[in-house]
């Protein structure tokens, strides 16, 4: 039974690492290019929710509004004045200066944070719980926190697959140079795409400081995980990306249950093992 | 008859490299115009300027009324120039209709639309749920013509639309030339194949290394001339 229980709070981990990985895939996928500091916009992300409800003492729904809107239009402005200045053929310039930003932000947040560890608190939700047999339960954060994951890849699918705005950022993603022939403005585009996956990042960081401790320094190993997500689930698949999260979670729970050292280790050996097997992720590229 | 396109000693450089030396062409509304010339004479050069793809910042390029010289190539389209591109480029990861409509996304109002395309390329609509790249060649080329009708452009741009399909399909689409132009569109084709040009054209620029060679009706131009404005030679006598 506790392996059972193991690999449930492993999928509802997973969820966790699906949203981490969700904005990273949705970058990749569109401009073909790696944000380094993903992780570290979700840390952000993290510290807002904490600032408004906590420091400022605002209403939860309003500062969920708020870092939601804040990240978006934060990600807009940082793709349209920054980083489409150093897209280009060149895979190397836009790395530099996202590792650049990564520097910047971490340091940015120990100035105003400190270095301490801190945790949103959310009341009677840490320990409330369902009860799905006699002997398992699951906690309602981590179930909510799945089903949002379930929620946010689903939105993502629908707008990419069916919306105008996706229809376009699609073809932007297959052959950028064609689009401005179609009307198309890739700087905007790129924006556009920039911003809803800050949004989504906004949604990792809200997550992220309700379900675990975190410091300046968390988004290099939040970006590493979101890393592993993607790749397991195949790059340019959105629901192989919540798959690579459930597998990476769960992976990472039954470490833990074997011995609680090999918790990141076995999330590591886990991922090693099907970049072995699978080079190019569980599911394809691209589905309809 | 207005002017719809006018481009004055128009040049284009790839670094060092000149491609194009002073173009003058004129294009008015409700002309079929074709420019011929052998590989690397600059026709998709020229074509690629016109519609922003290379810099023409600060030279004289007229259309409909309004210099587009370095302006960026989607406020080029908004304006109602659109391009079918050479080697057709639809993208892979959306349907036959989905490549449609991301031609409408300027929002141009005009006679296209999804039902005009189907019924000018009837053999579009039995496909229209697969991916565009999984269609032949001639048909993945009516999807080409259709996404940049979908934009209700005044003047389409279509580079080698001939090259690599069966004369036979070629002949499907070249006929329906004369129905975009019924729909108020103007045409310049650029073409390798002289005798289509010919057939389709109301007048025919021929571009020889970055130049225009030869210019007039297809009436009033004799074979010699153009194999001399073409290759650069003189026809042999016998």
């Known amino acids: ?288 | 008859m207005t002017r719809l396109l006018e481009t004055q000693g128009l040049t284009a450089h790839y670094g060092d490299f000149q491609a194009l030396f002073g173009i003058d062409m004129t294009i008015d509304a409700g002309e079929t115009v074709a420019i011929i010339g052998s590989n690397g004479a600059g026709k998709s050069t020229f074509l690629r300027a016109l519609t922003g793809l290379r810099p023409t910042a600060g030279q004289s390029v007229q259309f409909d009324g309004q210099s587009i010289a370095g302006l960026p190539a989607y406020r080029i389209h908004k304006l109602g120039l659109a391009m079918v591109p050479e080697g057709r480029r639809l993208f892979p990861s959306l349907t036959v209709e989905e490549n449609l409509l991301i031609g409408a996304a300027g929002g141009r109002k005009g006679p296209w639309s999804l039902k005009s395309i189907y019924d000018l390329f009837p053999d579009l609509v039995a496909k229209k749920h697969n991916p565009g790249t999984a269609l032949s060649g001639g048909q993945q080329q009516m999807v080409a013509i259709g996404r940049a009708l979908m934009s209700n452009p005044k003047l389409v741009l279509c580079d080698e639309i001939s090259l690599g399909l069966a004369p036979k399909i070629i002949k499907d689409i070249y006929q329906a030339v004369p129905q975009i132009r019924a729909n108020g569109t103007s045409v310049l084709v650029v073409e390798q194949d002289v005798g289509q040009a010919l057939a389709v054209a109301t007048r025919v620029y021929c571009f020889m290394e970055g130049r225009v060679s030869l210019t007039g009706t297809p009436a009033s131009l004799t074979r010699s001339q153009i194999a001399q404005a073409y290759f650069g030679l003189t026809e042999e006598a016998h």
Do not use: C
């Open chain 1, 1 to 288: 039974m506790v392996w059972i229980n193991a690999v449930l709070q492993g999928v509802l981990l997973g969820g966790l690492y699906a949203l981490f990985a969700a904005g990273l895939s949705l970058m990749f996928g569109v401009m073909r290019f790696v944000n380094i500091a993903h992780g570290d916009f979700i840390v952000v992300g993290a510290y807002l929710i904490l600032t408004f409800v906590i420091s400022w003492g605002l209403n939860p729904i309003i500062g969920v509004a708020l870092v939601l809107i804040l990240m978006a239009a934060a990600g807009y402005l940082n793709q349209r004045f920054v980083l489409n200045r150093v897209l280009g053929k060149d895979i190397l310039p836009p790395i530099l200066v996202t590792f650049g930003l990564s520097i910047i932000v971490q340091n940015g947040l120990l100035e105003l944070f400190s270095a301490d560890s801190r945790k949103l608190p959310t009341g009677t939700w840490e320990t409330s719980s369902l009860a799905l047999t006699d002997q398992i339960a699951v906690g309602l954060l981590p179930f909510l926190m799945f089903l949002t994951a379930v929620g946010v890849i689903a939105a993502m699918q629908f707008v990419f697959y069916r919306s105008a705005l996706g229809r376009m950022l699609r073809a932007t993603s297959d052959d950028p140079e064609i689009v401005p022939l179609m009307g198309g403005n890739n700087a905007r585009i790129f924006a556009i795409a920039t911003a809803l996956a800050s949004l989504v990042v906004g949604i990792a960081g809200i997550w992220l400081a309700m379900k675990t401790n975190f410091d300046p320094a968390a988004g290099p190993a939040r970006l590493l995980f979101a890393f592993e997500a993607v790749i397991i689930g195949g790059l340019g698949n959105i629901w192989g990306t919540l798959l690579g999260g459930i597998i990476l979670g769960v992976a990472q729970t039954v470490g833990a249950q074997i011995d609680a050292g090999y918790q990141i280790l076995a999330g590591h050996l886990v991922f090693l093992l099907l970049l072995v097997l699978r080079p190019k992720g569980l599911l394809p590229k691209v589905s309809h």
